[in-house]
């Protein structure tokens, strides 16, 4: 197994950055093939699957706190495949739709409608005081946000391996298939699953399915046995 990068995870390296299909729309594509991603949250984490989304050939857009004018410099550095909106505007434009910020920035964060039908992946880690993980009152992270977007296809994913180690581990020549690193995926909707599997293997990793929101969300979310827990998909087949 490759290594991944050891200690405890800060907010920011994890789905949160502290600087931060609608019926009208086209759905999401095939499994595999190139779409537009939307990613909202812009720290470390947030930026980290920006670039690896282009190098393997998708296009982004990307959203922050700050506004397009803050993202001057990485829109320079991704290319032509990328581009910067406003949350709302990002929302609207992408496929899919990835939640990169504070979770606690999430309610309220997009009119519910405009996410309606669209697969959003919950990347959010829902944190307490020091770094320890919320009380939720044993509801998962990622239920609450189904609840406050009761029209979007959620997934739990992309949310448990350091910023670093998801800037390399899926990208390392020589890697055998069996050392891919696993990201997971958690929801109700089987589609929207696969086509945030897809996206996963296209960067390079492998996706492993943990059950349905509820509990598997709760597996990957902080305080989790899935949560900064660098897996190979063997390990981690073999684990769940």
Not at 191 to 215: C, M, N, R
């Amino acid at each position: 197994m490759r290594a991944g990068v050891l200690g405890e995870l800060h907010p920011d390296q994890v789905g949160l950055d502290r600087n931060g299909l609608t019926s009208g729309a086209a759905g999401p594509r095939d499994r595999g093939a190139p779409m537009r991603t939307g990613v909202i949250g812009t720290g470390r984490i947030g930026s980290t699957l920006a670039r690896i989304l282009v190098a393997a050939g998708h296009q982004v857009v990307l959203a922050n706190a700050r506004g397009p004018r803050s993202l001057g410099p990485l829109l320079a550095e991704l290319g032509p495949e990328a581009s910067a909106a406003h949350p709302v505007e990002a929302a609207g434009q992408a496929d899919l739709l990835v939640l990169m910020l504070p979770f606690a920035g999430v309610r309220g964060l997009l009119p519910p409608h405009v996410v309606q039908d669209k697969v959003l992946v919950d990347a959010t880690n829902a944190f307490a005081g020091a770094g320890a993980p919320a009380d939720l009152g044993g509801r998962g992270s990622s239920e609450l946000v189904a609840e406050w977007y009761p029209g979007a296809r959620v997934v739990k994913s992309l949310n448990t391996m350091h910023f670093e180690t998801l800037a390399v581990a899926g990208t390392a020549p020589g890697t055998a298939a069996s050392e891919r690193l696993a990201h997971f995926t958690a929801g109700d909707d089987a589609k929207a699953k696969e086509i945030v599997a897809g996206i996963i293997t296209d960067l390079g990793f492998a996706a492993v399915d943990t059950g349905p929101l509820h509990s598997g969300g709760i597996l990957q979310q902080p305080g989790g046995p899935l949560f900064n827990r660098p897996l190979t998909e063997a390990q981690a087949l073999a684990w769940i």
